[in-house]
């Protein structure tokens, strides 16, 4: 099970932190990746990490703002959202894949349920 948490609202380059909490089996061969999605859109990548090597993957959108992270010993990955803007305005999944650095949606089979991020400017 996935459990997102950590979203609210922000003004315009301000920063929050989401936090995806993992449970219920062990990761060591999964990517974990956030996607969003607005109204009316398809569901957005935005950045994932491979549980184990800890590589990285990021939406050119939010190249050099976004950082992911994980805490092995807490099951938890992390997004770190910096310098926000009003079109990071979205509903934040976290998920789980078994393939190596997946970018697509129809490549994550577990989704939790998301958590909402307003940027006002």
């Known amino acids: 099970q996935l459990q997102a948490s950590g979203g609210g609202l922000v003004q315009a380059g301000g920063s929050l932190r989401l936090s995806c909490a993992a449970s219920g089996r062990a990761f060591s061969d999964y990517t974990m990746g956030w996607f969003r999605q607005t109204p009316g859109k398809e569901r957005e990548f935005v950045a994932c990490i491979t549980w184990s090597g800890g590589t990285t993957l990021y939406a050119d959108s939010v190249k050099g703002r976004f950082t992911i992270y994980r805490d092995i010993a807490k099951n938890t990955v992390y997004l770190q959202m910096n310098s926000l803007k009003p079109e990071d305005t979205a509903v934040y999944y976290c998920?789980?894949?078994?393939?190596?650095?997946?970018?697509?949606?129809?490549?994550?089979?577990?989704w939790g349920r998301g958590t909402e991020v307003t940027v006002s400017s």
């Open positions: 998920a789980t894949t078994r393939l190596w650095l997946g970018a697509t949606a129809e490549q994550y089979g577990s």
